[in-house]
């Protein structure tokens, strides 16, 4: 029984760990989706998620 409880918090622990996100964004992307507002900015923004997208 405490053998099952072991494997079930380290596959739990695991299960989270490959779920966390790896590398934090450099600045605060709401802040910065709310503040472009010209093409340059839009352009940023969308290089930046199409990036992020493909490292997932």
């Known amino acids: 029984m405490k053998t099952k409880l072991l494997i079930s ?3 739990t622990l695991g299960l ?3 779920c966390a996100e790896m590398k934090s964004h450099p600045m605060d992307m709401s802040q ?3 503040n ?3 093409k ?3 352009d940023a923004l969308a290089e ?3 990036e992020a997208a ?3």
Request: glycine residues 0%.
């Open 9 to 11: 918090l380290f596959l």
């Open 16 to 18: 989270l760990a490959a």
């Open 32 to 34: 910065a989706v709310q």
């Open 36 to 38: 472009a507002k010209t």
């Open 40 to 42: 340059a900015d839009h």
């Open 48 to 50: 930046h998620y199409e």
């Open 54 to 56: 493909e490292e997932m």
